[in-house]
T-cell receptor, first 113, second 113 residues
Framework: DTEVTQTPKHLVMGMTNKKSLKCEQH?????MYWYKQKAKKPPELMFV???????INESVPSRFSPECPNSSLLNLHLHALQPEDSALYLC????????????FGQGTRLTVV | ELKVEQNPLFLSMQEGKNYTIYCNYS?????LYWYRQDPGKSLESLFV?????AVKQEGRLMASLDTKARLSTLHITAAVHDLSATYFC?????????????FGKGTLLTVNP
């Protein structure tokens, strides 16, 4: 199983809503990532979790709150987002060793209205 | 700050032709990755290049890495329509056990009959 599963696939939310994106993998990977991708742009790293601990936060606004409840799950909690936060949010996972490949989920397409 | 530059950004080619996509990066790294992305889809890992002189081939695609020149190439041989997609190179600058991937802007490849 080389799958990273993200839910939901699509999400429309208002600027006052609170929602969560979920990511799950069962490959035994101990590193998990959130990336943001705007249309026609490359993915940009947001957060890295290593062994369930936050190891990298790329100066992401606090309206995005990551959580890693266990080694298989990664959440991204969203609150008070802005329309410019509309994007494809990609989760990825990898073994916690240098030089291994990351596997990406299908993404959640988020629209903030 | 690590910079990753791809060129060309747009490539329109005829079926059966050969072409090369170039990826230059600005910092010392021996971990470079190539990904493919179809419209509205996630990222598919194509190649993982981990040492100077690494060369990998899969079907009509071949990737190479020259860490001294800080250059990777993705060579397309006898293109077919199914290769139409956006191709990203990404450099891992973390130096540790997590990825801190910095992506190039991507090359939008269109293969015409």
């Amino acid at each position: 199983d080389t799958e990273v599963t993200q839910t939901p696939k699509h999400l429309v939310m208002g600027m006052t809503n609170k929602k969560s994106l979920k990511c799950e993998q069962h490959m035994g990977h101990r590193a998990m990532y959130w990336y943001k991708q705007k249309a026609k742009k490359p993915p940009e790293l947001m957060f890295v979790y290593s062994y369930e601990k936050l190891s990298i936060n790329e100066s992401v606004p606090s309206r995005f709150s990551p959580e890693c409840p266990n080694s298989s799950l990664l959440n991204l909690h969203l609150h008070a987002l802005q329309p410019e936060d509309s994007a494809l949010y990609l989760c990825a996972s990898s073994r916690p060793f240098a030089g291994t490949e990351a596997f990406f989920g299908q993404g959640t397409r988020l629209t903030v209205v | 700050e690590l910079k990753v530059e791809q060129n060309p950004l747009f490539l329109s080619m005829q079926e059966g032709k050969n072409y090369t996509i170039y990826c230059n990066y600005s910092t010392t790294s021996d971990r470079l990755y190539w990904y493919r992305q179809d419209p509205g889809k996630s990222l598919e890992s194509l190649f993982v290049l981990l040492s100077n002189g690494a060369v990998k081939q899969e079907g009509r695609l071949m990737a190479s890495l020259d860490t001294k020149a800080r250059l990777s190439t993705l060579h397309i041989t006898a293109a077919v329509h199914d290769l139409s997609a956006t191709y990203f190179c990404a450099v891992d600058s973390s130096g540790g056990s997590n990825y801190k991937l910095t992506f190039g802007k991507g090359t939008l490849l269109t293969v015409n009959p």
